[in-house]
DNA sequence: GAATGTTTTAATCAAATGTTTAAATATTTT
DNA sequence: AAAATATTTAAACATTTGATTAAAACATTC
């Protein structure tokens, strides 16, 4: 499949639709999403997903690949580096996290939603074992406190940091938030979270 | 419509249908959830679906109304509450929270995915501002930390509680806990929570 | 500029899917 | 028991939807 030589401000047919498919796929899923939705948000014939792609779920696979990528490849260089401390971790996390959502706030359910209908696949691709059980990160809770189960502590960050990204629409409907005032909000967080979780680890 | 007098232990047709569309909406959300499959799923007749539901949508609507009456209907009373503590109510919510999530765990993605795509709807069926500005809770916490929003830290304990029901697919899945494993942790959370959040409130 | 390869389009297909129909069966009422 | 009403069934219907096809339009090579 040779390439077409374009003026450089022109973007390819494949391109287009991989952008239609990542907007429509992540704010509808997979099974709400048709491919003629992709096809018109794309501004392109149908037929081209097809052309280009196979099948919608190649497209999808695709996509979600690269969704997948973007939030755990985030998260696992911080657990695993050996240079920094604990409380440099969860600040890194909480501020490398929350500049990540803020830029795509819907990446979390898009990703959730994914696990809950295919979590075989999605482990095969993440190696969460090397979060949970071998990583820096859990050596370093385990050596701090012995009696808090390393699991607990890292739903507990995570909690902190990506649950108000799932409250988003609820929060913004409700008129209690727009954009701007939650992007505040979430800004906000990345100062607190690393306090609240230091006390947390001090715990009686 | 009037009522078949049937042996006790004899389930009505109609109920059976609303059993399995609990259980397969609940598991797979409504686009991915085929009318053959909650059918099948009930052991009945398909044209029966409709004849009790009239549509598929008006049989989603039945069982999202209640999950989301069970979601929301265990927090409002807590948070509202003006005889109980904030202590003691962060002990309410996470011990009543954990309760619940343990014996349907599917409930917090199925509500943040209609959520996503049914905004509106959900938060008109929600007096979300209820809780976000007007609750003894919100009042409290006002109080009590003049400088860390209410809603930062109504998130905060929502996340710490649900976030880990959100992992609990990718966690099993991994090979890091069984259900009976998972079900322990969560126990063993109930204690944490209001030790952490009573931490979290002393932050300096 | 003819030949060749690539991209795009309109039309169509086949399967899936929500819903309806009409007849059969069961239950209740008179 | 007969009539009326309610429930169940199998079949079919009408759309929707993912995918394909065949030809046209376009670009590139020789």
């Known amino acids: ?103 795509t706030p819907d990446l979390p359910i898009f990703i959730l939603s994914e696990i809950r ?16 059980v071998d990583s820096q990160f859990v050596k370093q809770l385990h050596q701090r406190r012995p009696d808090m189960h390393p699991v607990q502590l890292i739903m507990s960050i995570l909690g902190l940091v990506v649950f108000p990204f799932l409250m988003r629409p609820l929060l913004m409907q409700a008129g209690n938030a727009d954009t701007k005032m939650f992007t505040a909000m979430m800004n906000d967080r990345k100062q607190w979270i690393p306090k609240w979780f230091d006390s947390m680890l001090k715990v009686k």
């Open 117 to 132: 209908t295919n979590a075989e696949r999605m482990v095969a691709s993440v190696h969460l074992d090397k979060i949970l």
């Open 1 to 103: 499949m040779a390439k077409k030589i374009k003026p450089e401000d022109e973007v390819s047919t494949e391109e287009k639709i991989k952008e239609a498919a990542r907007t429509v796929f992540m704010k509808k899923g997979f099974s709400a999403t048709r491919t003629r939705d992709i096809a018109e948000e794309a501004g392109i014939n149908l037929a081209l997903l097809n052309y280009y792609f196979r099948s919608k779920e190649k497209l999808f696979e695709l996509v979600m690949m690269e969704k997948f990528q973007a939030f755990f490849g985030v998260i696992f260089p911080i657990l695993n580096d050996p240079s920094t401390s604990l409380e440099q971790k969860v600040e890194l996390i909480a501020d490398r996290y929350i500049t990540l959502l803020t830029e």
